[in-house]
């Protein structure tokens, strides 16, 4: 579907007037997101060439803003939930994508649905995909989204809407290589809950944002995320949970890596809305250390608009491998290195192994490319 | 509101860090705000954060009226106890004089400010 012509005129106008980032992120790091990396890239229009993606594993491909395969899902109406005036890099992804597919989720599905946004190019070429994914009210669905960068800059948006009384569980794998700006935006219903599992992997400058809506009242999110930096990659993964809806609740739990010259920074942002009374919202992130040379940082916000709040915490954690647990190991012959490497494994296992059983074919993949990531190091 | 920035440069070796911030919200209006920011450019540190916003709970509140507590005293009380860390550190005068003006903010003469 075409976007529409007066969005893409304002979004061509916003473009080169509006900053990424309106306010600095903090007096002494500036910005967690190295936005002038993404000024090298040149927009495309998904005038690229490149290699198509192994398609026979998803039910839905969409490779430079063009759908390559799962045209028997695609609805036939587009309400995009994003606006180019929010910042420069939404209104340079309007201007430079191709279509808007939108697909309609009916029903219980049991198997996963899979789909696959990948984008592939020269180094500075700008590749977009969009995607709004409806899932109809009280429906169960297992979503598994994965986000492939093959070279080339990148920007990827997801919308969600859940319905009222549906449940998503959702699996995102996010993977790139040189700039990339991804967004998934879920819109919860009345009644509906959301279990999330992230994975967002490496990239010259990954900024992996997931907003969650609790419009409706007693909507839920579950969301358990793993970021894994090595080499130099700089990554920062933001979640915002905005709870409008009454009774609302949510838990975010973050895992992050930093190897080798890696910065990983893990944003979380809980905000009580005033009309989102009796609600709870709890952020926690951990960022391990494992290297001299590697960055953590840790952003966990939140924000209570109301007193009628059952309840808002966060936790942040920077460290490196604990003392004791390298005295036992080192103990036991490890080296210092064999030690981090092996709490590296467990982080990473531990956190595919609390991965629902319904994404099994999903996270056996995920789970060989991370090994061998890991193993390569 | 609490804005703060936790900032661990290279070199700055085995530093630790803990930040706890917690409000209690006293009535439906008011709003409360947690923003910090830790930033870790060193292995060896270990930096930790923590907070919590709540109300004051109910069932508190009905456990020390079933004491004989009227509900401005045993709110007086719980606010009392949830500042009890700081007011610990303080001067016994400054301390004494801050109980009883949070006391007389719950009673009737709070009303006139």
Known sequence: MLIPSELRIKARELANKIPYQLIKDSPTVKYYTQWNLFDRCIE??????????????YDVVIHNGELIKGVELLGDQVNIGIDPSESRIIARHLVNLREVYPIVIKGDVED????????????????SNHVIINVSDYAVVNLALSIVGNGGCGTNVVEVNVGDGATLNLLTYSTNINPSFSLIRVTEGSGASVNAYTIVVNGEMTHHREDYILQGQGASINSNSLEFGSGNSRMDYMINIMHVGEHTMSNSTTRAIALDSATVVHRGFGRITERGRWSSTSIEGKVFIGSSNAVGMSVPIIMVDTGDVNGARHSATDASIDEDQELYLRMRGLSREEAIGLVVYDMVTGFLDSISASFKGSVSQIRESLMSLIRGR | ????????????????????????????????????????????????????????????????????????????LIVLGFISDVTEGLPFEYAMVLNRVIMLEFSKYGKVA
């Open chain 1, 44 to 57: 495309t229009g998904g005038n690229t060439l490149s290699k198509l993606p192994q398609s026979n594993d």
């Open chain 2, 1 to 76: 509101m609490y804005k703060g920035v936790v900032y661990v440069r290279r070199g700055a070796r085995f530093v630790r860090s803990h930040v706890a911030c917690d409000s209690l919200v006293l009535d439906g209006d008011s709003k409360a705000y947690t923003i910090p920011h830790d930033q870790v450019f060193e292995e060896t540190a270990v930096v930790t954060h923590e907070a919590y916003t709540g109300r004051i709970s109910e069932d508190k509140i009905n456990y020390l009226r079933t004491r004989g507590l009227t509900e401005e005293e045993a709110k007086s």
């Open chain 1, 112 to 127: 996963e649905v899979k789909v696959l946004l990948s984008y592939g190019g020269e180094q500075n070429e700008l590749n």
